[in-house]
RNA sequence: GGUUCCUUAGCUCAGUUGGCUAGAGCGUACGAUUCACAUUCGUAAGGUCACAGGUUCGAGCCCUGUAGGAACCACCA
């Protein structure tokens, strides 16, 4: 086949992989399937499983409904890598595709989409608005897996595996009976991070906090003088929330409409937040303050309302901030939550899920949103006389992450996960070290995050989800029976038990709850199965989601099936513009992905993209890089037509040995490469194994080997020495190293499934030699650049064999007219560097010019020498340094000095 | 407040258990051209390795501190 002049990865790219796909090469070589018949996947049952010839990781899942950005082309660009380079490797490499319900994500996506046609979510039962989901994400889907096709990722697709899938909503309802069982699971009513807009809780992580300017108000509350002993938390029924009527509060037997600002005395206390006084229950002081001592246990008047609370002694206030008294408000701060539950108050909840207030603010504050009861709120104080003071300070307000909606604290009961007896779990095996982390430090972040992890909320109330397998008692009456079961007919709304009717849940799982489980559900694990695939060799996926989602992972992997999921995990840092700034629509410097690939080529995107990366860090990615990848790619090209060129011309035998100058010192070269790359791989060090293989590629193959190969033609080794590079690059640029395979002459198959290149075997010696014609062209093309004539001027060599034997090679390298015998006349300029007895021939008067650039060099020299001499001069470093290196100091030494002698003789001549 | 990371050439980054004169790509300057490739080839300039101490025969690398930057967690009434 003939190869056109420059590689143009598009004509070719989706042939190339659908020829791949109907190979069959992306299916494991041993299936994982039928999962029980243990003897068809290499399970001795003497010696069980050979690791060592499975190689299983599994993709992030990318959301169904969207688009591949930047950073799925840097997931898929490391993890095709590592699947390919093991499956070349020879193991059964699974590389398992998946798509993600993104329970969340996609929801807001499609309540847009409602929005704009004028409907409501709440228009629709739970069921309806799945079925709409569903419908909605099935007409997306399929973008995005042609977009993972692009990029070259070599995944199973018949194992694609989407969130919502049965065996996955089937695992996930196995491990919530079973914590079900073990207790590990209970329904609270805790404040939880809601977003009033979505009509959602969060968990913890979910939010963002971002700093903001706000005010902080200081507002009187009067302290109740005719204080009786009566007390607040004892004259509250105890059980669970009080809803907030007041009607636990004491009622002021004597108050009166007015508070008289001047004459009486009053608690000042310092809030951001006024229009939650309606839920206090309480003012605290801090207990060693001074100032207030006397006033705990007495009772202050809620202002605009009747209420009398009490003024009670808590570490939680802090002297040093505002006034240094705080208000109390159970339903609606985390820090009061607390509060309340150490003095036993009640929980007087004011906002509703709506986020508009509620009747408990008083008739003229009830319906009021937030903002509005706010203003309300101070002015009506103002005009009481009770606004004491107002500041401006700056403080981290919760967002939601999707909508950028306050989080308002919210008193809810959901489901939450007692997530102790996990994260004991995880870090026995984190400190175990069986999981190994790149980049390390990540495991010490991850034990301290496990170590201070509260429990987990995992309700959330949209519709879009795997609905959670609890029912609730319709009928209160029959006392015997649960208030709640788990059942997992969750396409029932309701259902009966023993006689007595549950109503379904109607809220789903978080996402990270089921994503949790990814890697069992991937690989089909089932307990008491041999399974090569499970735990993973590696999971690769963003730095950014160590404690969502990796996390997550390891406690429920080892809970469910007693193995950590993963042996190692890769986590990648962030993708920043070229200006080192993160990515945003508003910013406007989002690069698609798609956009390069189709520009330069699914190889030269993902060249690019691994380039100058490292694992966890954030990096810089510019255009440029993939530039500088299409080149690599097109350089082999040519590399691969040149080749092809010589060997159909001269193909007449067939044993591969080395035999001219240059082909034993490819053969080294190349096998430093191999082991070089096999070491990065090993080590995730993807950048330097791309940077390897290019400067093998382009600085040496193309540059010096396949030049001196013009000269002599070795085709079985240049035939063997191009496939070794094709195999080498294959993992990272697949595409183009496949087009170059079947447009070769002598190949068969495919690359995709070829073999990893074996030891090469040389002499290096010989290989030595070349190194030595390397440096002799160097300083020639170096020499011939500052000289008058530059070109014009022949070689001429002495005694020097090499030089002899080599000539019309350093003819062509250095591109000089002749190099010729000096016929025992030594003249001219002396190449001096590596003692070669080899002379640019320039007449006298040239060479003097050359004489200040000649004096440079010997104090240049000098200079080393100089330094080398101090080194050896120390008696401490002969004494102690090893032995090979005070050699390799004494070596240099002389090499110096003979170096000196050279050039000196030369500046003499002149 | 806690945890972690980063600071090396104009830019983006390598530099693996400390070991010769600290590297690459891009950019810059100069030069080349019928030859596989202008998506090319050659040559060069460009660095107090943030700073200050310490350990060591020897420190970009290890230790301590300082300064600057970033991320995450918690909190900010």
């Known amino acids: 086949m003939k190869f056109a002049k420059s590689y143009e990865p598009g004509d070719k790219e989706p042939e190339i992989y659908a020829a791949w796909e109907a190979s069959g090469a992306f299916r494991p070589k041993v299936p994982q399937y039928p999962v029980n018949d243990a003897s068809s996947r290499g399970v001795d049952a003497e010696k069980g499983l050979d690791q060592s010839k499975y190689y299983s990781i599994v993709m992030p899942p990318p959301n169904a409904n969207g688009n591949l950005h930047i950073g799925h082309g840097l997931t898929v660009a490391l993890e095709d890598s590592l699947t390919r380079y093991y499956r070349l490797r020879g193991r059964s490499a699974w590389y398992i595709p998946g798509a993600d319900h993104a329970g969340f994500e996609t929801w807001v996506v499609y309540e847009k989409s409602l929005e704009k046609i004028g409907k409501s979510r709440f228009e629709y039962s739970r069921d309806e608005l799945y079925a709409q989901v569903w419908d909605f994400v099935e007409e997306q889907r399929g973008n995005m897996e042609l977009q993972l096709r692009a990029l070259g990722a070599s995944c199973a697709w018949d194992d694609l595996t989407f969130t919502l899938d049965e065996n996955v909503v089937a695992r996930v309802y196995k491990t919530f009976e079973k914590m079900w069982n073990d207790g590990m699971i209970y329904r609270g009513e805790k404040l939880v991070n809601y977003c009033s807009k979505h009509r959602t809780a969060f968990a913890d992580i979910e939010v963002e906090h971002k700093d903001e300017k706000g005010m902080l108000w200081e507002i009187a509350y009067p302290i109740v003088e005719d204080d009786s002993n009566q007390n607040f938390s004892e004259a509250r029924p105890s ?18 409409e007015k508070f008289d600002v001047e004459s009486s005395s009053a608690l000042v206390v310092s809030t951001t937040r006024p229009e939650t006084l309606f839920g206090d229950v309480a003012v605290a002081v801090n207990p060693e303050d001074e100032r207030y001592k006397d006033l705990i246990g007495k009772h202050v008047r809620l202002p605009l309302t009747k209420r009398e609370i ?6 939680h206030a802090d002297m040093e901030y505002g006034t240094g008294v705080v208000k109390i408000t159970p339903a609606h ?12 108050l009640p929980r007087v909840q004011v906002i509703g899920e709506d986020g508009l207030m509620l009747d408990a603010a008083g008739p003229n504050y009830a319906g009021l949103t937030t903002e509005e009861c706010r203003k309300k709120v101070l002015k009506d104080l103002k005009e009481q006389g009770l606004l004491r003071g107002e500041k401006k300070i700056e403080h981290a307000v919760a967002h939601c992450y999707k909508c950028g909606t306050v989080i308002e604290p919210m008193l809810k009961e959901q489901w939450f996960i007692d997530v102790e007896k996990l994260a004991e779990l995880a ?33 959330r109330q949209i ?25 997992t007919r969750t ?20 996402t990270w709850f089921s994503s949790a489980h990814w890697p069992m559900v991937c690989t089909d694990w089932v307990e008491g199965v041999p399974n090569p695939y499970y735990p993973l060799n590696v999971m690769e996926t963003g730095a950014d989601i160590l404690f969502a989602w990796v996390a997550r992972m390891i406690m429920i992997g080892v809970y469910v099936t007693g193995e950590v999921p993963f042996r190692e995990v890769y986590l990648h840092g962030l993708v920043l513009d070229e200006h080192g700034q993160k990515m945003s629509k508003s910013k406007g410097n989002v690069i698609n992905p798609m956009e390069l690939v189709t520009k330069y080529g699914s190889d030269a995107f993902r060249l690019g993209i691994l380039r100058g990366r490292s694992a966890g860090m954030n990096q810089a990615f510019s255009e440029n890089s993939v530039v500088s990848g299409r080149n690599l790619c097109n350089k082999l090209w040519n590399v691969a037509r040149l080749v092809d060129d010589i060997v159909s011309e001269d193909d007449d035998f067939d044993t591969c040995t080395t035999l001219n100058t240059g082909e034993d010192w490819i053969c080294r070269e190349l096998d430093v490469c191999r082991e070089k790359v096999e070491l990065d791989m090993l080590n995730y060090r993807f950048a330097e194994a791309v940077e390897t293989l290019y400067s093998t590629i382009w600085d040496k193959y193309a540059d010096w080997f396949l030049e001196s190969q013009k000269i002599y033609r070795n085709s079985p080794l240049l035939k063997k020495t191009l496939e070794m590079i094709l195999v080498m690059l294959h993992p990272f640029a697949p595409f183009v190293t496949e087009a170059i395979w079947q447009n070769l002459s002598w190949t068969e198959d495919m690359i995709i499934t070829q073999k990893w290149p074996a030891k090469l075997e040389y002499d290096p010696m010989t290989a030595g030699e070349f190194e030595r014609i390397r440096e002799v062209v160097n300083e020639a093309r170096a020499t011939l650049q500052v000289i008058e004539g530059g070109k014009r001027w022949k ?23 002749a190099v010729e015998s000096c ?16 002379y640019l021939d320039v007449p006298e008067k040239v060479v003097a010019k050359y004489r200040a650039t000649l004096e440079e060099k010997i104090l240049a020299v000098g200079r080393e020498l100089d330094a080398l001499n101090a080194r050896m001069m120390n008696p401490a470093y002969v004494d102690k340094a090893p032995v090979h290196l005070v050699k390799q100091t004494q070596d240099g030494i002389k090499e110096k000095q003979a170096l000196i002698e050279r050039l000196k003789k030369q500046l003499e001549v002149i």
Not at 310 to 315: K, L, N, Q, R
Not at 823 to 838: C, I, V, Y
Request: hydrophobic share 35%; net charge negative; glycine share 8%.
């Open 823 to 838: 016929e025992g006349q030594p003249r001219g300029l002396r190449l001096a560097t590596m003692n070669s007895e080899a």
């Open 491 to 510: 396409n029932l709304t309701e259902i009966e038990v023993g006689g007595v009717k549950y109503m379904r849940d109607e809220d789903t799982f978080d």
């Open 239 to 256: 059980g669970p929330s009080l809803r907030a009527d007041g009607a636990q509060a004491r009622r002021s037997s004597a108050s009166s």
């Open 310 to 315: 009490p003024v009670i002694a808590d570490e």
């Open 333 to 344: 701060d985390y820090d009061d939550f607390e509060v309340g539950e150490r003095h036993d």
């Open 795 to 817: 070689i001429l060599y002495g005694d020097d064999s090499l030089v002899a034997e080599n000539a019309e090679l350093i003819c062509k390298l250095t591109g000089v007219p």
């Open 427 to 459: 870090i026995e095996r984190l400190e175990k070290g069986e999981i190994k982390f790149f980049p390390a430090s990540k495991k010490k972040v991850l034990v301290n995050y496990l170590r201070g992890l509260k429990d987990w909320n995992i309700s």
């Open 463 to 487: 519709p879009w989800g795997i609905a959670i397998p609890m029912f609730r008692k319709v009928n209160e009456d029959a006392t015997d029976s649960p208030d709640w079961v788990f059942d």
